[in-house]
């Protein structure tokens, strides 16, 4: 081994502080050991491989690093993915076109959940409308559970129902067609669209 080169095992970089690169010596001064503090490679892809089979209806928690989004990332082929991303994937198949996101219906993306059954395919603006639903955007107003019951409830046109409720039209339409807000709008429609598409 060059003796400029970090002494961990696998470690190629420059050797700066006593025997380690400055990415080990700051893990040995934060943990104590210089290999402590990393998820080890592999690791979080296994992980998602593990719950593409998952059935439950909670929302499960990224359990790795995350974005400062609350986001997990994921090694795959030396490249950074978005982790939820990856169980779409792996999930749903492949995105109808790259720039479809992988949204949840639960709302929770920031918050790290990963259960499958949350995930689809949106395209940017669908995206968009269900962060406004959930609350999560910093655009339009935020609808909770009761305000949903009540644009159900609501038999003017869907435009008037926008304005009242400073959402689009096209969020309204959604609701009422039973596309988001699916434990009230019909909670059976999220598991059905689920056995379909795995």
């Not at 001064?29 to 909670?58: C, F, M, Q």
């Not at 003017?156 to 129902?161: C, E, F, H, L, Y």
Request: charged fraction near 25%.
């Amino acid at each position: 081994m060059n003796d400029d080169r970090c002494s961990i095992e696998g470690c190629n970089k420059q050797r700066l502080h006593m025997t380690f690169c400055e990415a080990h010596h700051m893990r040995w001064r934060r943990h104590g050991s210089p290999t402590a503090g990393r998820t080890p490679h592999g690791v979080p892809l296994k992980w998602i491989e593990a719950h593409v089979n998952y059935i439950g209806d909670d929302c499960i928690k990224w359990p790795f690093n995350t974005t400062g989004g609350g986001r997990g990332n994921v090694k795959v082929d030396g490249r950074s993915l978005s982790a939820s991303r990856v169980l779409c994937t792996l999930s749903h198949g492949e995105p109808p076109t790259p720039a479809h996101d992988a949204a949840h219906t639960c709302g929770k993306g920031h918050e790290g959940c990963m259960n499958k059954n949350h995930l689809y395919w949106a395209t940017k603006s669908q995206n968009q409308m269900d962060r406004v639903a959930h609350g999560t955007s910093n655009q339009g107003s935020k609808l909770t559970d009761e305000k949903v019951r009540e644009i159900l409830a609501d038999l003017r046109p869907a435009s008037q129902i926008a304005r009242s409720y400073m959402v689009d039209y096209a969020m309204i339409y959604r609701i009422k067609k039973g596309k988001v807000w699916k434990h009230i709008t019909n909670p059976e429609a999220g598991k059905r669209d689920d056995t379909q598409t795995t």
